[in-house]
């Protein structure tokens, strides 16, 4: 085991899946040279040559159809899309195109192409640079999204989704790339530095894609939630004095629906919680998914910890953001029922 933070780990799928298969190809904004902006990709480009790990213009369709054709023909390639919010150019690409290839072909074709992008805020990053698109992606047909929340299963993810037959959008809280966030807004936020956080295996290892994971064990109510939320989650439950059940989801496509109805029939209870807007959110199949498993069982409504219907402010960061005073009262709300 070494200490990494999800940077480190990330780095380390890269290079590991790299080493293994001479078809996996990392490309991207200034994922080369300058090793990305968070330094994600740094030194692979130093490693394995510039046909390898390839700085790309910056057009973000240009990227995701390139990494398309690259797929369909054999290649694995990692494409990375600088900030989550300049995924939409491309997403023409991902829905009509990548998500479709394995459909419309019968079979024929199939695109293993994974497309990381670092999500969220927490970095005063504003409107363009801050948004959680993950429920848009999950509505698409044909792709698999995923969310880490910690490093040890963003590298065993990472190494799973390059590994898979199928394309996958891997959202990376970048919030949470130096350690933990419990949403307290005087905590630093997430830069440059290379701080070790957790035990991550320094070899090959994959974590399963479409298993959620039961990080606390509780009885009074389930809290469902993904991403950097998950911290925020278990800091709030402490300081309330709930003895919550906590469920990273991390795989938001395809969904453990088994595992989350098994806690939620136990508890009785749930609060699902995420960064992004509430209206049309992920939360929203989560609630709708729960309520189909779980009727007979809930004691009280289901209640949902989410940030407003805005675009991310600048100037009102800590307001949007979904931070332990919001969480706290919906478990007081669920809980008094």
């Keep these: 085991m070494a200490k990494m933070n999800m940077i480190q780990a990330l780095n380390s799928a890269m290079d590991i899946a790299m080493d293994r298969d001479p078809h996996v190809i990392v490309m991207g904004e200034d994922v080369g040279y300058f090793g990305g902006v968070f330094r994600c990709t740094d030194g692979l480009q130093r490693k394995y040559g510039e046909h390898r790990c390839i700085d790309t213009p910056i057009a973000e369709g240009g990227i995701i159809g390139t990494a398309i054709g690259m797929a369909v023909n054999g290649l694995r390639p990692v494409a990375e899309i600088q900030f989550a919010d300049y995924i939409y150019p491309g ?23 994974t497309i990381r992008t670092p999500c969220g805020g927490g970095i005063r990053g504003g409107q363009t640079h801050s948004q959680s698109p ?11 999204v995923v969310m ?12 799973a989704s390059i590994e898979n037959d199928d394309p996958v959008v891997f959202f990376e809280p970048k919030r949470i790339y130096n350690g933990p966030f419990d949403g307290d807004p005087d905590k630093p936020a997430v830069g440059w530095s290379s701080h070790p956080q957790g035990d991550v295996p320094e070899g090959y290892f994959t974590v399963p894609i479409g298993k959620a994971n039961v990080i606390e064990q509780g009885s009074d109510v389930t809290i469902v939630t993904y991403g950097t939320m998950v911290h925020v989650a278990q800091a709030a439950a402490k300081a309330a004095d709930v003895d919550a059940e906590i469920i990273d989801v991390r795989s938001l496509l395809p969904l453990d629906i088994d595992t989350i109805a098994e806690s939620v029939n136990k508890t009785g209870r749930c609060v699902i919680a995420h960064e992004a807007t509430r209206f ?6 989560l609630s709708a998914s729960i309520q189909e498993h779980c009727f007979y069982a809930l004691e009280a409504p289901i209640m949902r910890v989410t940030g407003w219907d805005t675009p991310y402010p600048h100037a009102f960061e800590w307001d949007y953001f979904p931070g332990q005073k919001r969480f706290i009262n919906a478990l007081e709300r669920v809980l008094e029922d």
Excluded: T
């Design 280 to 285: 049309c959110g992920y939360g929203a199949e």
């Design 91 to 113: 997403f023409d690409q991902v829905v009509s195109e990548l998500a479709r290839i394995r459909y419309r072909s019968a079979g024929d074709f199939a695109a293993p192409m």
């Design 134 to 144: 993950e429920g848009i992606f999950a509505h698409v047909s044909g792709i698999q």
């Design 148 to 159: 880490p929340s910690n490093p040890y299963d963003a590298k065993g993810l990472l190494l």
